[in-house]
């Protein structure tokens, strides 16, 4: 790449409406330009690593035994009429007419698309399992578009979709698509985290995501530090293996005016707020239902709600209600005598001698016991977990972090081939619907992803596998000396020569514009061809982060070629 023939319009000034790192260096470098909110296009060195990016996927994909295809991008709304999506998907989704009044839509995903390809090609169990993936554009009208590529309107994604005749060989797939994400995190130089998905919002079928680690992520991730545990801070499973201590003291009626928080009770009684319970009060199936959390823990909406008595969403009940239905107000509320069903969170359960309100304004309970001074009915887990509990496997302590989610795979199960009729028949020659998986992946949000974990000390260090070039040669005033241009030309060409993917500032501009140029896109290596070093036979030769050396262009090409072969 020559920059005098390329655009490559970086920009001195951080961009008026860029907050996060990526969003800020691909306009900066000349990576992107945005068209409009939400729609970028992708400029020579920002295409060069999302081209890179795309082959190290379809590298592992074809390896782990999944199939390219390419599907149209618009898509008629009969199947979507046929999904049943085509009234469930809001305005995400972006619809058009064609010339003769049909409705159609511009692909937000495409499962529609690919069921209905299968059910017409795949006629026997013997072409089974199927897996077929993709790299193409989605269009999704994001209600807030943000971050650049990383959450845009139109954006490039590697979708797949397997099909199965029986769960066994969609196990084996959901494995190797799983071992695949891996290694193509991996390779691509990113540091990731596979997360169990919200089993909510899933069903019981299998669901991972994977995040990057970043500050900038948008998701929580709670994770252990001595083993692969992983899970998004609001699904993350709170464990307890204390056992309850045994009482120590008697039941005593306190006079607490006015004191209505766990703050104030516990400075009130000079006592942690882990020492005392709230009880919340929502709405249930058959009447309001008592939650009971430890003070210090926040109530889980999404799991209290998959409660069998508790209505979903979650609703608290509101205060006259509460009065109505259990004679209580809110600040005085507590476990004992409530004449309700009562969820214990394990936490809470766990407590020996603690405070609670007294179902009467003005009063708490304190060195109250389970069992003794009231039922413990159920233990459940209903709270958020914390930095510092037991991970869900018992490994360690829960670490927190945030995490960018790059990819999704998960079951799909029938669900489509019910609703679109799509069946195979089975070795007993029976029609059975297939079994589907689906495996997303975010091309373009991965570049933003790559930037987000490797821009350190305001320099970007590109991975050497997806850096837009290995190199960047600035010659020195090369439009002036015949001398220089002659010697950047020649390396230039053997660069080429070799293999080795090569960016040359060959522009007629100042060197102080190349260097800042080259400051900013960051390549692993730099080489600078100037007269004075090429009257001692040598150019200045960089690579990130080190001391400049002074070699032979035959040396500093051979140290491309082996830097070329340590990253293939
Ligand atoms: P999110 O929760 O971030 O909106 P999603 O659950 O809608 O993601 P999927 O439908 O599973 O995402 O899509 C698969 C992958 O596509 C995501 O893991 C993500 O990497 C990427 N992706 C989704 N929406 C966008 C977007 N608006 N811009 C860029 N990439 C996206
Ligand atoms: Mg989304």
Request: charged share 25%; glycine share 8%; hydrophobic share 40%.
């Amino acid at each position: 790449m020559r920059a005098s023939h390329i655009l490559v319009p970086t920009l001195r000034e951080t961009p008026a409406d860029a907050e996060i790192t990526s969003h800020i260096y691909m306009l900066r470098a000349g990576l992107i330009r945005q068209l409009a909110k939400g729609l970028y296009t992708w400029l020579p060195l920002g295409l060069a690593v999302l081209r890179k990016v795309e082959n190290i996927i379809r590298e592992e994909l074809n390896n782990a035994g999944a199939m390219e295809v390419l599907m149209p991008v618009v898509q008629p709304a009969e199947l979507w009429k046929e999904s049943g999506r085509w009234d469930v998907m809001g305005p995400e989704m972006l619809r058009m007419k064609d010339r003769h009044d049909r409705d159609y839509c511009l692909s937000p995903t495409h499962e529609e698309v690919v069921t209905d390809l299968v059910r017409n090609v795949v006629v026997s169990y013997k072409q089974l399992p199927c897996n077929i993936y993709q790299i193409n554009t989605k269009f999704r009208d994001e209600i807030r578009p943000r971050f650049g590529v990383m959450r845009a309107r139109e954006f490039v994604m590697k979708d797949g979709y397997s099909f199965h005749l029986e769960e066994e060989t969609f196990e084996e797939t959901y494995r190797a698509m799983f071992n695949a994400y891996g290694s193509i995190l991996s390779r691509i130089g990113l540091e990731y985290r596979a997360v169990e998905a919200d089993p909510g919002s899933m069903g019981d079928g299998e669901s991972h995501e994977f995040h990057v680690l970043a500050e900038s992520g948008e998701d929580a991730l709670a994770f252990s530090p001595n083993s692969d545990y992983a899970a998004n801070v609001e699904s993350a499973e709170a464990i307890s293996t204390i056992d309850r201590p045994l009482p120590t003291a008697e039941i005593e009626k306190i006079s607490t005016p006015g004191i209505l928080t766990i703050e104030a009770v516990s400075d009130f009684l000079g006592i942690a707020p882990s020492r005392t319970v709230k009880t919340l009060i929502v709405e249930g199936s058959k009447g309001p239902v008592a939650l009971v959390v430890r003070g210090d823990h926040t109530l889980n909406e999404a799991k209290a709600s998959r409660l069998p008595l508790v209505k979903s969403p979650l609703t608290f009940l509101k205060e006259e209600a509460l009065l109505r239905d259990t004679g209580v107000t809110k600040g005085s509320i507590g476990p004992i005598q409530l004449g309700i069903p009562i969820f214990v969170d394990h936490s809470a359960s766990n407590l020996a001698d603690f405070t609670c309100g007294a179902n009467e304004a003005g009063f708490h309970f304190s060195n109250v016991n389970w069992g003794r001074d009231v039922d413990l009915t159920e233990s459940v887990d209903i709270r958020n977990v914390q930095e510092g509990d037991l991970a869900a496997d018992g490994s360690g302590l829960l670490e927190f972090k945030r995490g960018i989610e790059v990819g999704h795979i998960f079951k799909l199960g029938t669900k489509y081939s019910d609703s679109m009729g799509a069946t195979i028949q089975d070795r007993s020659g029976k029609n059975t619907p297939f079994v589907m998986g689906c495996y997303g992946l975010g091309v373009t949000r991965i570049v933003a992803a790559i930037v987000e974990q490797h821009y350190r000390d305001e320099t970007m260090h590109w991975p050497i596998q997806v850096a837009p070039a290995l190199v960047h040669l600035v010659a020195v005033n090369n439009v002036k000396s015949e001398q220089v241009r002659e010697a950047a030309f020649s390396l230039y060409s053997r660069c080429l020569d070799s293999g080795i993917e090569i960016y040359f500032d060959d522009r007629d501009e100042r060197p102080g514009v190349k260097f800042a140029d080259a400051d900013l896109v960051g390549l692993p290596y730099r080489i600078t061809i100037g007269e004075r070093t090429l009257a001692n036979g040598v150019v200045e030769f960089q690579s990130a982060g080190k001391e400049i050396e002074f070699l032979t262009a035959d040396e500093a090409i051979q140290k491309l070629i082996n830097a070329n072969e340590g990253s293939s």
